[in-house]
């Protein structure tokens, strides 16, 4: 594509004549949109991609953007929109006690981190149960081992959690800092 779009310069003839349709078929999808999926519903010869990437360049600095995560294509919040956004969590994280959240936190924060680095850091006991819990959830894996006595085997973050909490990437989510400026809770030990 080459040139960036000026989300105030008419869209081109192609993205006028496909782009409400493939916009509503994204919305209306329970599940990300691939590629192949939208270039079916356009005519042959016609550009899936050149489409997508034209609409993802237009909604980049708007609240709801087009994104593409390792499932597919899909509408997700700015993540600058999250904490409004999340005061009506989706169902999996209500299902997360406080105590999973806060070390599911730690870990998206600090990853990759041990289980002892994530005791030490919250201040907290952390169950082994507890890690068991988000790793069946999806939201956590084991990582490589340390090196070095002991071998502690270290916890990241998967994509499974990237897609629920709606993030294109770790970077996307708010600092401390951030969030003790926009005077939402922190827990006062970590």
Do not use: C, N
Request: hydrophobic share 45%; net charge negative.
């Amino acid at each position: 594509m080459g040139k960036t779009l000026d989300p105030l310069l008419p869209p081109s003839d192609f993205a006028l004549l496909h782009g409400a349709e493939i916009e509503a078929f994204i919305l209306a999808s329970p599940t990300p949109v691939s590629e192949a999926q939208v270039a079916a519903r356009l005519q042959e010869g016609s550009s899936a991609a050149g489409l997508l990437s034209e609409l993802a360049e237009r909604t980049k600095d708007r609240a709801v953007r087009l994104v593409r995560d390792p499932e597919g294509w899909r509408y997700a919040v700015d993540p600058g929109f999250l904490p409004d956004a999340l005061k009506a969590p989706a169902r999996k994280a209500r299902e997360l006690s406080e105590a999973a959240l806060a070390t599911l936190a730690f870990i998206a924060l600090y990853e990759p981190v041990t289980l002892g680095e994530i005791e030490r850091g919250r201040g907290v006991k952390v169950s082994r149960a507890l890690l068991d819990k988000l790793m069946e959830a999806g939201m956590i894996r084991p990582g490589i081992r340390r090196a070095g006595t002991g071998r502690a085997a270290t916890y990241s973050t998967t994509d499974s959690f990237l897609t629920h909490f709606r993030l294109d990437a770790l970077s996307d989510m708010p600092t401390p800092e951030e969030l003790l400026s926009r005077d939402l809770p922190v827990d006062a030990k970590e």
